[in-house]
T-cell receptor, first 116, second 115 residues
Framework: AQTVTQSQPEMSVQEAETVTLSCTYDTSESDYYLFWYKQPPSRQMILVIRQEAYKQQNATENRFSVNFQKAAKSFSLKISDSQLGDAAMYFC?????????????FGKGTTLSVSS | KAGVTQTPRYLIKTRGQQVTLSCSPISGHRSVSWYQQTPGQGLQFLFEYFSETQRNKGNFPGRFSGRQFSNSRSEMNVSTLELGDSALYLC??????????????FGPGTRLTVL
């Protein structure tokens, strides 16, 4: 079974600085999909960024980028120019290859606080 | 376009009771997945419905059940509530069955407290 581990329960960053959240996963599959979700205090999960394992190029979405290391089974999230609105819980998630009804497997999350 | 809506947002029940939670997906979405979020266990998959059929089920006891209607709205039911069922229940919708790269859109959740 696949597992996702986020080793940093809490992280903090100052506005305008850069922070990196760690995620490692365990799988025997060669193809899969990885996601980062943000859950602000309102509790509504929002997709931040996603990555297909067969793509070597790291995904980027504006200030958010990932460092995907397939051999190391690592998928870290980098937030550049941090903003107060980035404060939230961040979840790393794994999904098996495209099969109808494949669930997301989440890590335990990292709470990010942003100070001014 | 309206997002995923969940009702009620908060619910307090006592042990032994049953509860029904509702989820209305984004218009046009036919897949609804349910997740349970607790501080101890994190986010765990309950089940997914697509076109009124259960496509996938997580590792939860039979007290947890669900269904989907022809308009894609979904309900989940928990019978004989236990203290450990206290959690945030999230539903997520997508156009097609969740899988691969497909994005799922989450609702705000229903906070269930069991006393």
């Amino acid at each position: 079974a696949q597992t996702v581990t986020q080793s940093q329960p809490e992280m903090s960053v100052q506005e305008a600085e850069t922070v990196t959240l760690s995620c490692t996963y365990d799988t025997s599959e060669s193809d899969y999909y990885l996601f980062w979700y943000k859950q602000p205090p309102s509790r509504q999960m929002i997709l931040v960024i996603r990555q297909e394992a067969y793509k070597q190029q790291n995904a980027t979405e504006n200030r958010f980028s990932v460092n995907f290391q397939k051999a190391a089974k690592s998928f870290s999230l980098k937030i550049s120019d941090s903003q107060l609105g980035d404060a939230a819980m961040y979840f790393c998630a794994y999904r098996s290859p495209n099969q109808a009804g494949t669930a997301l497997i989440f890590g335990k999350g990292t709470t990010l606080s942003v100070s001014s | 376009k309206a997002g995923v809506t969940q009702t009620p947002r908060y619910l307090i029940k006592t042990r032994g009771q049953q509860v029904t939670l509702s989820c209305s997906p984004i218009s046009g979405h036919r897949s609804v997945s349910w997740y349970q979020q607790t501080p101890g266990q994190g986010l765990q998959f309950l089940f997914e419905y697509f076109s009124e059929t259960q496509r996938n089920k997580g590792n939860f006891p039979g007290r947890f059940s669900g269904r989907q209607f022809s308009n894609s709205r979904s309900e989940m039911n928990v019978s004989t509530l236990e203290l450990g069922d206290s959690a945030l229940y999230l539903c997520a919708s997508s156009l097609v069955p969740s899988g691969g790269y497909n994005e799922q859109f989450f609702g705000p959740g229903t906070r269930l407290t069991v006393l």
